[in-house]
């Protein structure tokens, strides 16, 4: 795995925001449309979202989010790996950042929502690997044919 260096970030790169402009424009490829629940840059600024970017040298690859839920319970959003980057452990070290950050931050719980198919795939086998399981709905979700929960337990 290359050496990665992850660091809150405040969206105002160009690199990132192209990112984020890739990850919605794959959300909305693989998704009913009613089913994109992923956040756009002014969302990802919001209070009580905390975004980071995940960079191997001077070069972008990865993001992810952290959204303070009710009470001490957190939320994953925004997980992208930059397409240079897939399989090169960048997902993995921005998971284990999140949840790092959600330990220190004293949540017990992070959850999140994706979608089902062979899209969505390599993000759930690495989730499942780290010890999320299958939850029912959390916030405004819905579980159906197409959206799934996970959550664990810190």
Do not use: N
Not at 51 to 76: C, N, P, R, T, Y
Request: proline content about 5%; charged content about 15%; glycine content about 12%.
């Amino acid at each position: 795995m290359p050496e990665v260096t992850i660091r809150q970030d405040d969206l105002s790169g160009a690199a990132i925001q192209a990112l984020v402009a890739l990850h919605l424009g794959g959300m909305h490829a693989h998704s009913p449309a009613c089913k994109v629940h992923a956040l756009p840059l002014d969302a990802l600024r919001a209070p009580g979202v905390t975004f980071f970017s995940a960079w191997v040298g001077d070069d972008l690859a990865g993001m992810g989010a952290l959204k303070m839920l009710a009470g001490d319970h957190g939320e994953l959003k925004s997980m992208r790996v930059a397409p240079q980057w897939l399989g090169q452990g960048i997902g993995k070290a921005m998971l284990r950042h999140l949840l790092a950050t959600a330990r220190a931050r004293g949540m017990v719980q992070v959850s999140l929502e994706t979608g089902r198919g062979a899209a969505f795939e390599p993000a759930i086998a690495l989730y499942r690997a780290h010890g999320f399981v299958p939850c029912g709905a959390f916030a405004d979700y819905v579980v159906d044919d197409f959206s799934q929960c996970l959550t664990l337990a810190l």
